[in-house]
């Protein structure tokens, strides 16, 4: 089972409707990891699970999320309430108090994925405004296979299509 998470557009509108077309109806869940500069009203939320950014004004964006289905439970916040720009200790924290699988934010606009205190930590990156060792791929986010024994991460580029060498396998 899939679920993709993308993160920080920061008002660039359109590669979040290429991906929701892209992906709708081939992913059991698209996770959208805040600072869209978008209204909670727009129809790309009718499909992306948005949570507010620290550039987002409309207050109907939820601060976090608790996702749960028969295969993966996930936490997912932006990370400027926990100050993710500084390190991840407040979301270890944060996720500890929490039975989850998979922690997911943005706000950093650095792609990762690693696992810490037994749980997946994944940051998409900004698909727009990429920072970090991986900003010159110009804009990525991930994927999440969920399997019985195993969690597979992959990101991707704007084009749709997955970077050789970024494509990480996690025990469960
Ligand atoms: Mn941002």
Do not use: C, W
């Not at 706000?107 to 990429?130: C, Q, R, Y």
Request: aromatic share 10%; net charge negative.
């Amino acid at each position: 089972m899939d679920y993709l998470i993308v993160s920080d557009t920061h008002g660039d509108r359109q590669i979040l409707t290429d991906i929701v077309a892209h992906y709708k109806g081939k992913v059991r869940a698209m996770f959208y990891n805040g600072d869209s500069e978008l209204q909670r009203s727009d129809e790309l939320f009718d499909t992306l699970l948005p949570v507010i950014g620290n550039m987002d004004d409309d207050p109907m964006f939820p601060d976090d999320r608790n996702y749960e289905d028969e295969f993966v439970k996930i936490y997912q916040t932006h990370g400027h309430l926990v100050h993710t720009e500084i390190s991840l200790n407040q979301l270890r924290e944060v996720a500890s108090h929490k039975d989850v699988d998979v922690v997911t934010s943005g706000h950093t606009h650095m792609l990762g994925a690693e696992k810490i205190d037994g749980k997946l930590f994944i940051n998409p990156g900004s698909i727009s405004l990429p920072k970090g060792p991986y900003a010159y791929l110009k804009g990525t986010y991930a994927i999440l296979s969920v399997e019985p024994k195993k969690f597979i991460v992959q990101f991707y580029t704007r084009d749709l299509q997955p970077v050789p060498g970024l494509k990480f396998e996690f025990d469960r």
